[in-house]
């Protein structure tokens, strides 16, 4: 069953890193990197503070554990703990994996980081303001997008770009369900 799981994981890999266009290519490696996204985050965070004041600074602390917390988890605890090598550096799919600008990322693969830590950010907020702002759930395409371009330069098998989604969803809710239980009159909506 795990051969099997593993061997669905490999081959739906190779078929998504083989849909490569020079301008898929230059897309998914700008869309994979984080700072492409900081005026529309200063904007929503501006928002926040904005309806929310105090409240909203709340929130936004949230969030910031929610990252933490999820990046120890799946970068510093899970990655090592786990050891499975990424796409781009396991020697039997070398030649087999399309490398867009020389990127392999780090070692390690599972989970990942980046689709844990967007899942998490887009369940945080929606649990937080969904409500207030009914577009909010406008981030759960922004880390599905975020997260398959994992995929498709070949650095995360869509097994790691899973676990790590389902990762930052259950840390979120926890993060929620702690506030919720030690400062509800803290968030815009309990």
Same mark, same amino acid.
């Given at each position: 069953?795990? /051969?099997?799981?593993?061997?669905l994981? /490999?081959?739906l890999?190779?078929? *998504?890193?083989? $849909? ?5 290519? &230059?897309?998914m490696?700008t ?6 996204? +900081? ?9 926040i ?9 709340? +929130? $936004? ?5 929610? +990252?933490t917390?999820?990046?120890?988890? =799946?970068?510093a605890?899970?990655k090592?703990?786990v ?5 781009t550096? /396991?020697?039997h799919? /070398?030649? $087999?994996?399309?490398?867009?600008n020389e ?5 390690? =693969?599972?989970? =990942?980081?980046h ?9 945080i907020l ?8 009914g577009?909010?759930?406008? *981030? *759960?395409?922004w880390? &599905?997008?975020?997260s398959?371009?994992?995929i ?9 770009v899973?676990?790590?989604? %389902?990762?930052g ?9 702690? &506030? ?6 803290w %968030?815009?909506?309990?």
């Open positions: 069953m795990i /051969e099997q799981l593993l061997s994981d /490999e081959n890999l190779l078929f *998504f890193n083989s $849909l490569h266009t020079p301008w898929l290519d &230059a897309l490696f869309l994979t990197n984080g700072k492409i996204y +900081v005026p529309f985050f200063l904007v929503v965070i501006g928002l503070i904005y309806k929310f004041r105090w409240k909203g600074a709340f +929130v $936004l602390l949230l969030v910031a554990l929610v +990252v917390l999820g990046d120890q988890l =799946s970068s605890l899970l090592p703990l050891g499975r090598l990424r796409p550096h /396991e020697p799919l /070398e030649g $087999l994996i399309h490398i867009v990127y392999k990322g780090g070692l390690y =693969s599972f989970v =990942s980081s689709a844990t830590n967007s899942f998490g950010v887009a369940t929606w649990l937080t303001l969904r409500k207030q702002f577009w909010i759930s406008i *981030f *759960f395409a880390a &599905a997008i975020f398959f371009t994992r498709y330069l070949g650095v995360h098998y869509p097994g790691d899973i676990c790590g989604a %389902l990762l969803t259950a840390i979120a809710h926890f993060i929620y369900w702690l &506030a919720k239980k030690l400062r509800p009159d %968030l815009p909506q309990s």
